[in-house]
């Protein structure tokens, strides 16, 4: 297991445990969600569990070590993409804000040019890098945030609410950017209020309320279990709902749980 956090607990000053026992764990080439409520904690543990903030009790360990004792240099395998950007940008330009962590890390101006031309590219960064972050659309700080993080190779990465107050092409392509890092090895954890986009991107689901895990398991277990969303305050995905309009027994046939296939199901019962 790349990532295990363990008995987790944690309280704010003047506050009661915003973390009650937590555990979950990630893998390599592994896309792990935590949905939940506002505020039941999901932030708090992805701080945690990036090593951000220390427990009160309990303990993380990043390939099956304790993180605590890698740091400073496990940051250098570790990424952490906040739900709003604002708080992560910080400089003058977004090449800057690019090259940042390149240069901490010694790399030289000719390496750092390759890497933002490369990564902006991919990213559709290109017209952008002369501009201030500050400037920039809601969606295009989002993707300067992750280009931010990602331009380093970081082995495991967390993100916060990733589609938070993004246009439907902002997610799909954060989306596609997840999966990519999945198909190379990388292990992402998120944690999201976006049910939709969770269903197309985890292979495992954990579920919190109160700041405890209270249920989780593969995605599609989770996305088909109504009580386990309710108690996350989120509702049955659309395609999920179609299904049990059309009284399809979803849970038994996993290659419906897509849009393409339920146009195709729907097309048969219409016709």
């Not at 380093?152 to 609410?161: N, Q």
Request: aromatic share 6%.
């Amino acid at each position: 297991m790349l990532l295990e956090v363990r008995d987790v607990w944690y309280s704010y000053p003047g506050s009661s445990f915003t973390l009650r026992g937590v555990s979950l764990g990630a893998d390599k080439g592994e896309v792990v969600a935590i949905i939940g409520p506002v505020g039941c904690g999901k932030t708090t543990l992805l701080m945690i569990a990036s090593g951000l903030i220390k427990p009160h009790r309990g303990v993380v360990l990043f390939r099956g070590k304790l993180l605590e004792e890698q740091l400073p240099r496990a940051r250098r395998s570790i990424g952490v993409v906040f739900q709003d950007p604002n708080d992560q940008l910080f400089n003058p330009t977004v090449y800057d804000e690019l090259a940042f962590s390149l240069r901490q890390l010694n790399y030289s101006e000719d390496e750092i040019r390759s890497l933002i031309g490369e990564l902006a590219r991919r990213f559709n960064l290109e017209d952008l890098l002369d501009k201030s972050p500050y400037k920039l659309s809601a969606g295009e700080k989002k993707m300067v945030a992750l280009a931010s993080i990602l331009i380093y190779g970081p082995e495991l990465l967390f993100l916060d609410e990733p589609t938070s107050n993004l246009s439907a092409k902002f997610s799909r392509e954060i989306k596609s950017i997840i999966l990519e890092m999945k198909e190379s090895g990388k292990s992402i954890i998120v944690a999201s209020h976006d049910i939709e986009f969770v269903m197309g991107v985890a292979d495992r689901v954990y579920v919190m309320s109160d700041g405890a895990i209270i249920g989780g398991g593969s995605i599609v277990d989770v996305i088909c279990s109504e009580s386990l969303l309710m108690a996350a305050d989120m509702e049955l995905p659309l395609v999920l709902q179609v299904l049990k309009a059309l009284k399809v027994d979803f849970k038994s046939d996993v290659l419906l749980l897509n849009r393409g296939k339920l146009i195709g199901l729907l097309k048969k019962k219409l016709c």
